[in-house]
């Protein structure tokens, strides 16, 4: 997409532009920066003057041509080292959409980045490299945005342009792929051929490649919905705080402000506040001064309800006909993230939605290898970049709800207590979509893992 | 699959927010997370765009009670008189609590030496930390966006500072889904940025769509300029133009709100805020690069001076 003047009017046009949240993931030499780069540059992301940094830095360095990593590795560190340490995000538009990245960094002990980048994802870009195929880093990938149930996942098959932009060679790549990834539970996966370097089906369609007939990455970027059909959804709204002005001209408004983590809420509709039980209906819902009918999410709301009750941070409202069950003991899929590791028996604070609670840590259950999905039963301790299976048993009872069905009000943080530290990401209930207890064939390995596994 | 890959609709339910809407949402979430979890937050105030829309959206995330947070600015001698002017003005509208801390009474006193070039922005840390020890605030709103510059490319939305509000960039917590961990330890406080996923252009159509009154010097207006290493700076008390430079009076406007020894103005003659978002979004140059001298200092200025305790 060319800068025209065309397109500056097309941006500054506000209406009918959606959010789009996405993470790219690659192995160090799959080409991922080249594509970050693409992506900013042909989306006039990367302006003159960060273009002339970049260039007079690289020649400082003794580079004749302009190292475009520079342009992503913010921090001295990263520059120094030539990589990239620490999840960045950037922006970029185009005239029907605006886009948040998260560029993850691609080396292997890095697990908990692409965590935390997929965490908020609509959509995961998963590079391979067209001559290596799916390797291991891939399957952690595709493993990796499955257990976070990233709903889109893009497989960008790069360097086409290295194998002759051969048909074969894509459709070899996104069967495998595929396969894989379907049994991981992944929603959707769109194959792409791709050569970043030379901009094949970047932006542009590919001129070499008129056998595929599918969008571009960025035009895919551009279409693919962004949010999906919430009527099927539980509602849920965590309380942040209680708004209560106290003045002379509103003695008695009490409002219970949240961001809505699923679903919808309607005025008149019967709902019940966990932990306490208690019902009553929706009175009203405004919308940050907009008095409105239904809200849904992600919409920052206040909710009146028709009866006082005592409600405070930390309570959930749901409707009365769909509260889920409060408990003590969660099981979970975890990523620990933290470098001190996490061990049984070892206290924490759990976070989950906008309460946070005392909680021990009583069993972990299993480690998983990313490499060929195998677990590794009662590892007694989690260490960085370790996924697992654990049992927590917490002081007080919390709704949760299992992360297949909602990544909002399914999810939760381990807190180190003294420190403060995020040790561990946590997904409620079962893990990988349907699971019925699928049996991977560890082509890796080349023996099928009997027992299946249940992350 | 085969090599036709799924052919998706480009159709988004009716449920979809506007990235607008989407943002707004997002930011109000964070204030109200801040509210809930801190005892004495503080807003930094400098009566730019980007403070001015923090506060906006922290008066919509609260209503109909007031905002439960006090305002700080750091003030460096050196403001636009026009700003100064608009933050008494809001300030005093809404009945909000404004702290002061004064660059130039640091170096009265003393404690603060000028620099040679004239520069005041660096010299804010020290007043803003002191501030931040002596009102006990534990949490401290920015209205830094991450796409202004790639070390805050790299920065949380809840960032901790330790005791002396430094910033080490490799020991932050991972940020997973929208829970903020702000847990601190006493002495210790959190960066708060609202504002990290909005754009330049964001900010402006959102400031255009809720019709938030902005300080003058946004819109194109003449002024008495000269020139310094390649940007227009405002003429004045503060130290320009020296020997050698000559004012000129010239239609500019500014995309940032600095101090004024180290934020210049563009050329435009965009009066409206159609104008300048139309301006902005045909724009070669980032909002910093076209207009701050600090960040021209080294490759790494904003990442050195954030982990002194910059904002």
Same mark, same amino acid.
């Given at each position: 997409m060319?800068?025209?003047?065309?397109?500056?009017?097309?941006?500054?046009?506000?209406?009918?532009?959606?959010?789009?949240?996405?993470?790219?993931?690659?192995?160090?030499?799959?080409g991922?920066?080249t594509l970050?780069?693409r992506l900013?540059?042909d989306?006039?992301?990367?302006?003159?003057?960060?273009?002339? =940094? $970049?260039?007079?830095?690289?020649?400082?360095?003794?580079?004749?041509?302009?190292?475009?990593?520079?342009?992503?590795?913010?921090?001295?560190?990263?520059?120094?080292?030539?990589?990239?340490?620490?999840?960045?995000?950037?922006?970029?538009?185009?005239?029907?959409?605006?886009?948040?990245?998260?560029?993850?960094?691609?080396?292997?002990?890095?697990?908990?980045?692409?965590?935390?980048?997929?965490?908020?994802?609509?959509?995961?870009v998963?590079l391979v490299d067209a001559?290596?195929?799916?390797?291991?880093?891939?399957?952690?990938?595709?493993?990796?945005?499955?257990?976070?149930?990233?709903?889109? $996942?893009v497989l960008a098959v790069n360097k086409m342009d290295l194998v002759g932009y051969d048909e074969k060679v894509f459709a =070899?790549i996104a069967?495998?792929?595929?396969?894989?990834?379907?049994?991981?539970? $992944?929603?959707?996966?769109t194959g792409i051929p791709i050569s970043a370097l030379v901009g094949d089906n970047v932006v542009e369609p590919s001129a070499h490649m008129d056998w595929y007939g599918g969008p571009t990455v960025l035009e895919h970027l551009?279409?693919?919905?962004?949010?999906?059909? %919430?009527?099927?959804?539980?509602?849920?709204?965590?309380?942040?705080?209680?708004?209560?002005?106290?003045?002379?001209? %509103?003695?008695?408004?009490?409002?219970?402000?949240?961001?809505?983590?699923?679903?919808?809420?309607?005025?008149?509709?019967?709902?019940?506040? /966990?932990?306490?039980?208690?019902?009553?209906?929706?009175?009203?819902?405004?919308?940050?001064?907009?008095?409105?009918?239904?809200?849904?999410?992600?919409?920052?709301?206040?909710?009146?309800?028709?009866?006082?009750?005592?409600?405070?941070?930390?309570?959930?409202?749901?409707?009365?006909?769909?509260?889920?069950?409060?408990?003590?003991?969660?099981?979970?899929?975890?990523?620990?993230?933290?470098?001190?590791?996490?061990?049984?028996?070892?206290?924490?604070?759990?976070?989950?939605?906008?309460?946070?609670?005392?909680?021990?840590?009583?069993?972990?259950?299993?480690? %998983?290898?990313?490499?060929?999905?195998?677990?590794?039963?009662?590892?007694?301790? /989690?260490?960085?970049?370790?996924?697992?299976?654990?049992?927590?048993?917490?002081?007080?009872?919390?709704?949760?709800?299992?992360? =297949?069905?909602?990544?909002?009000?399914?999810?939760?943080?381990?807190?180190?207590?003294?420190?403060?530290?995020?040790?561990?990401?946590?997904?409620?209930?079962?893990?990988?979509?349907?699971?019925?207890?699928?049996?991977?064939?560890?082509?890796?390995?080349?023996?099928?893992?009997?027992?299946?596994?249940?992350? | 699959?085969t090599s036709a890959a799924?052919?998706?609709?480009?159709?988004?339910?009716?449920?979809?927010?506007?990235?607008?809407?989407?943002?707004?949402?997002?930011?109000?979430?964070?204030?109200?997370?801040?509210?809930?979890?801190?005892?004495? +937050?503080?807003?930094?105030?400098?009566?730019?765009?980007?403070?001015?829309?923090?506060?906006?959206?922290?008066?919509?995330?609260?209503?109909?009670? +007031?905002?439960?947070?006090?305002?700080?600015?750091?003030?460096?001698?050196?403001?636009?008189?026009?700003?100064?002017?608009?933050?008494?003005?809001?300030?005093?509208?809404?009945?909000?609590?404004?702290?002061?801390?004064?660059?130039?009474?640091?170096?009265?006193?003393?404690?603060?030496?000028?620099?040679?070039?004239?520069?005041?922005?660096?010299?804010?840390?020290?007043?803003?930390?002191?501030?931040?020890?002596?009102?006990?605030?534990?949490?401290?709103?920015?209205?830094?966006?991450?796409?202004?510059?790639?070390?805050?490319?790299?920065?949380?939305?809840?960032?901790?500072?330790?005791?002396?509000?430094?910033?080490? +960039?490799?020991?932050?917590?991972?940020?997973?889904?929208?829970?903020?961990?702000?847990?601190?330890? +006493?002495?210790?406080?959190?960066?708060?940025?609202?504002?990290?996923?909005?754009?330049?252009?964001?900010?402006?159509?959102?400031?255009?769509?809720?019709?938030?009154?902005?300080?003058?010097?946004?819109?194109?207006?003449?002024?008495?300029?000269?020139?310094?290493?390649?940007?227009?700076?405002?003429?004045?008390?503060?130290?320009?133009?020296?020997?050698?430079?000559?004012?000129?009076?010239?239609?500019?406007?500014?995309?940032?709100?600095?101090?004024?020894?180290?934020?210049?103005?563009?050329?435009?003659?965009?009066?409206?805020?159609?104008?300048?978002?139309?301006?902005?979004?045909?724009?070669?140059?980032?909002?910093?690069?076209?207009?701050?001298?600090?960040?021209?200092?080294?490759?790494?200025?904003?990442?050195?001076?954030?982990?002194?305790?910059?904002?």
């Amino acid at each position: 997409m060319s800068t025209t003047a065309e397109t500056a009017q097309q941006l500054a046009d506000p209406s009918a532009t959606t959010l789009l949240r996405f993470a790219t993931a690659g192995s160090v030499d799959d080409g991922k920066s080249t594509l970050v780069g693409r992506l900013l540059h042909d989306s006039k992301s990367v302006l003159s003057d960060q273009l002339e =940094a $970049v260039e007079a830095a690289s020649l400082k360095r003794g580079q004749e041509a302009p190292d475009l990593a520079l342009l992503t590795d913010g921090l001295r560190a990263e520059r120094e080292q030539g990589i990239t340490i620490d999840v960045a995000y950037r922006y970029f538009a185009t005239a029907r959409r605006r886009f948040i990245l998260a560029d993850t960094p691609g080396h292997v002990q890095y697990t908990r980045n692409m965590v935390t980048g997929a965490s908020t994802a609509d959509l995961a870009v998963v590079l391979v490299d067209a001559r290596n195929g799916v390797i291991e880093q891939t399957r952690r990938h595709a493993a990796v945005a499955a257990l976070l149930r990233v709903p889109h $996942v893009v497989l960008a098959v790069n360097k086409m342009d290295l194998v002759g932009y051969d048909e074969k060679v894509f459709a =070899a790549i996104a069967e495998e792929f595929t396969a894989y990834a379907s049994e991981l539970g $992944v929603p959707e996966i769109t194959g792409i051929p791709i050569s970043a370097l030379v901009g094949d089906n970047v932006v542009e369609p590919s001129a070499h490649m008129d056998w595929y007939g599918g969008p571009t990455v960025l035009e895919h970027l551009e279409t693919v919905p962004v949010s999906h059909d %919430l009527t099927s959804c539980h509602a849920r709204l965590p309380v942040q705080y209680v708004i209560r002005p106290q003045t002379a001209e %509103l003695p008695d408004y009490r409002g219970y402000a949240g961001q809505i983590a699923a679903g919808t809420f309607r005025v008149g509709e019967p709902v019940t506040v /966990l932990p306490s039980g208690r019902t009553t209906k929706v009175a009203g819902i405004d919308l940050l001064g907009e008095s409105v009918d239904v809200a849904w999410t992600p919409q920052s709301v206040t909710l009146l309800l028709e009866d006082d009750i005592d409600i405070s941070r930390g309570d959930l409202i749901v409707p009365s006909g769909d509260a889920p069950t409060p408990s003590q003991d969660v099981e979970a899929t975890v990523c620990h993230v933290a470098d001190q590791p996490l061990t049984v028996g070892q206290r924490v604070l759990l976070k989950h939605t906008t309460r946070t609670v005392k909680a021990i840590v009583k069993e972990i259950e299993s480690r %998983l290898t990313l490499d060929d999905l195998s677990q590794h039963p009662h590892p007694g301790r /989690l260490v960085a970049n370790d996924i697992g299976r654990v049992k927590v048993r917490t002081a007080e009872p919390l709704a949760l709800d299992s992360y =297949a069905d909602s990544r909002r009000t399914g999810s939760f943080l381990l807190i180190d207590p003294a420190d403060g530290t995020t040790l561990t990401a946590g997904m409620a209930g079962e893990s990988f979509a349907t699971h019925k207890s699928v049996t991977v064939a560890t082509e890796a390995a080349g023996v099928p893992d009997e027992d299946g596994w249940d992350f | 699959m085969t090599s036709a890959a799924t052919v998706t609709e480009g159709v988004d339910s009716p449920y979809a927010l506007s990235h607008l809407d989407a943002l707004e949402s997002e930011a109000v979430h964070i204030f109200r997370e801040v509210a809930g979890e801190f005892e004495r +937050p503080v807003i930094l105030f400098s009566g730019g765009k980007d403070s001015i829309l923090m506060l906006h959206l922290a008066l919509k995330a609260f209503a109909p009670a +007031p905002v439960p947070f006090c305002l700080l600015h750091v003030d460096t001698g050196h403001n636009f008189p026009e700003v100064l002017a608009y933050r008494d003005r809001v300030v005093a509208e809404h009945g909000l609590r404004l702290h002061v801390a004064s660059v130039q009474e640091y170096i009265d006193a003393g404690k603060l030496r000028e620099r040679p070039d004239g520069v005041r922005n660096p010299l804010q840390t020290v007043p803003l930390t002191e501030a931040i020890q002596e009102h006990r605030f534990d949490a401290v709103f920015g209205g830094g966006r991450r796409d202004e510059e790639k070390a805050r490319a790299k920065e949380r939305v809840f960032s901790l500072r330790d005791e002396f509000s430094q910033w080490d +960039p490799r020991r932050q917590r991972p940020e997973l889904w929208q829970l903020y961990n702000g847990r601190h330890a +006493p002495g210790e406080h959190v960066r708060v940025f609202p504002l990290s996923n909005w754009t330049e252009l964001d900010v402006w159509q959102y400031i255009a769509r809720e019709d938030i009154a902005l300080p003058g010097i946004y819109f194109a207006h003449e002024r008495e300029v000269f020139k310094r290493s390649g940007m227009w700076l405002t003429a004045g008390e503060w130290g320009g133009p020296k020997e050698g430079e000559s004012v000129e009076t010239r239609l500019v406007r500014y995309r940032t709100v600095g101090d004024m020894s180290c934020t210049g103005a563009v050329d435009s003659d965009a009066t409206t805020l159609d104008a300048v978002i139309t301006e902005i979004a045909a724009s070669r140059l980032t909002e910093r690069g076209a207009t701050r001298a600090d960040d021209k200092l080294s490759e790494a200025a904003m990442e050195d001076r954030k982990r002194e305790g910059y904002f």
